[in-house]
């Protein structure tokens, strides 16, 4: 016999979306010079013109020395901040930090991809989408349940985000943000070099005061 049970969502992993194209131009000519350092920094891709399965990105602090990018970053502090206070954080006890701030472009010849990891002692992470089309690479995130993997059943319709979801992705546009916990395994897919693809990686810390 079927009765109605009582259901609440309980220990969610929320996933934060907004598109703002606004910046684009701004940070792809900003960009644009610093990925040409990167490609030049590496001798294969200057010597042979052949870069499969290279990922050219900047120092991780690059981007926070810029005076230029003074709104982006502060942007990107602000919604940080109401995210964790949306979580339930007491984040008036914290001071947020910009921890890591760079730009990435994945080889122009197809293979450039991440493995999965998380971003250790941080506490916000997140991505602005550059150049990016339905035939580029994409961001995959994995459920961080390890309990629930110890025991994972095989999913009706892997198509569906429901409570069996073991990984999911989307396909992120020009103008795109994503912001998620630093605890959230992700990766991104292997690239086929078709169009660009090129983004920015960002890293919250929360400083007790």
Known sequence: MKIELKKEEVFSTPLYFYNDESWLNKLNLICDPIIEECKKNNEQYYINNKDIGFTYHSDTQLLIKLPELEEFRNFILNQSFFILNDQGYNVELYNLLL???????????????????????SHISGFYFLKCSNKTSFPVFHDPKLNKRMSQLFERNPQNITNSSEIINFKPKPGSFVFFNSYLEHQFVVDQGIETFRFIHFNIQALLK
């Open 99 to 121: 921890k890591e701030f760079w730009v990435q472009e994945f080889a122009k010849d197809g293979g450039g991809h991440h493995n999965s990891h998380i971003h250790s002692n």
